[in-house]
């Protein structure tokens, strides 16, 4: 290519941004001057509800168009209520979204009450609960006293208080004491982690599952300080080798893994253990999710990811 035709084409590339640039209909951002609503399933003061408000106070900043951004509290069967709305109420526009945790299993097992199909939201984004769950239990829910994790077993009346079926906390734990092939009885029907401790306080139930963020703030100080409760376990990561890889945050506290071999003399293995290591695994690679309804407009779904983006990034 000649001189001339080099500069006359970067002329031309210059001439067409200087108009665009000063085309008086140039587009403003999409979210320019809106208000977008979040939807949380969960009670106000649980570790969803604590997560959702932290992110949506830094997301605002950084979707292109700076909308205002609200939380909203829309409790119902574990979580279901929510979802149902933003899958069969919500606009497509984009200013209805749901902060809440992904439970494919609810799915697969028709789980009461939820009539969302996951494949059908939109995901604009996801994170990762630092440290995921740990168990605990009242030091009286075995009948010699709670000692040792292993002694879980032991329970002649294990009472598992939880949110609701598909809650992620409540599914993880039933799976782990099916595996670990412990009776109980599950009480769901708590509006988040907050009224689940109370509930282990009050003797309503005898042992539960919590984020760590729960579990250090609330469980700790409250219970097992004072020797109502103990830790039982907390679910590692399982590395590309299928070896579990322990957490650094929690290491006072031993995995299912090494609880189960503590108490069968073997590795663990089952159709329960197979759907407990397959939740873990999305557990810890997208505990939470920012979900839009389906078909939500395509110009919003790309300005929430990017906000997203920098959220997850943002060191503060």
Known sequence: MSNYRKLTGYAASAAIAC????????????????????????????ASDLSARAIVKHLSQYVPGKPE??????????????????????????????????????????????RVRFDELTIAGATV???GLAMYARTDAAPAGMKQPADIVKATDLKFGGIGPGAIPDVVGRLTLLALETPFRYIPGYQGSIKVVNAVRSGEANMAVAPLSTYRQVVEPNMIAAGEA???????SQGDNGVIVKNPLIPELPTF?????????????????????????????ASHLMWGPPGMEKEAVAAIREGMKHVINDPN
Do not use: C, R
């Open 69 to 114: 951004m609200i939380v909203k509290n829309m409790t119902g069967g574990g979580g279901v209520k929510a979802f149902n709305f933003l899958y069969e109420s919500a606009k497509p526009d984009g200013l209805t979204l749901q902060f809440g945790a992904f439970s494919p299993i609810s799915q697969v097992v028709d789980a009461p009450g939820l």
């Open 257 to 285: 893994n090494e609880v189960y071999q503590s108490i069968h003399g073997k590795a663990p293995s089952g159709l329960a253990y197979e759907a407990l290591v397959f939740n873990t695994n999305i557990l810890n690679n």
């Open 129 to 131: 609960t630092p440290g």
């Open 19 to 46: 108009l665009a640039w000063s085309a008086p209909g140039l587009a403003a951002p999409y979210y320019e001057g809106k208000t977008i609503t979040v939807l949380v399933g969960y009670g106000a003061g649980g």
């Open 230 to 236: 103990i830790g039982v376990m907390y679910w590692g």
